[in-house]
């Protein structure tokens, strides 16, 4: 739906039309649906969701990490790093790694939206501070 096909649908079908247009920024959603990874972030996902060992390793990895950081932030930076190695030693071994560094080499990428969409997935939001009422 586009942004004036809005117009005249009421209030309320209206926003939950924009809500659906731009759920991301709504004040509603919970999470953010969708987000943006490179070639290699993909490659990493996608190689962990096949195996369970691995997918096992690093939901842990990621909620120690989150756990001893110092909030998200600082989690998803050194989640990249580490992402970053684990992704260098699966290209010595592991066939699509293997095959990608062959033909381009190895070449530092970042690993940071896969971080922060790793912590997104597996770590449960903190609570917000609620404000006592004078």
Same mark, same amino acid.
């Given at each position: ?5 809005? @117009? /005249? #649908?009421?209030?309320?079908?209206a926003?939950?039309? #924009?809500?659906?247009? =731009? /759920?991301? =920024?709504?004040?509603t %959603? ?6 943006? !990874?490179? %070639?290699?972030? *993909?490659?990493? =996902?996608? $190689?962990? *969701?096949?195996h ?6 690093? +939901? *842990? ?8 950081a ?5 989690? %998803? @930076? !050194? !989640? ?10 699966r290209? /010595?071994?592991?066939?699509?790694f293997?095959?990608?560094?062959? @033909? *381009? /080499? !190895?070449r530092?990428?970042s ?5 922060? $969409? #790793?912590?997104?997935?597996? +770590? ?7 404000s006592?009422?004078?």
């Amino acid at each position: 739906m586009k942004l004036d096909e809005t @117009r /005249g #649908l009421g209030t309320e079908n209206a926003m939950m039309a #924009l809500d659906r247009l =731009f /759920g991301c =920024f709504s004040e509603t %959603a919970t999470h953010v649906a969708r987000m943006s !990874l490179n %070639a290699s972030e *993909q490659m990493v =996902f996608d $190689y962990v *969701q096949r195996h369970p060992d691995e997918r096992h390793y690093w +939901v *842990q990895k990621v909620q120690n990490t989150c756990a001893q950081a110092i909030d998200h932030h600082e989690a %998803a @930076r !050194l !989640l990249d790093a580490d992402l970053w190695r684990y992704f260098e030693e699966r290209s /010595g071994v592991a066939s699509p790694f293997k095959d990608l560094a062959a @033909r *381009q /080499g !190895l070449r530092k990428t970042s690993m940071r939206n896969l971080a922060e $969409y #790793l912590v997104r997935l597996w +770590v449960a939001p903190k609570p917000k501070k609620t404000s006592a009422s004078p």
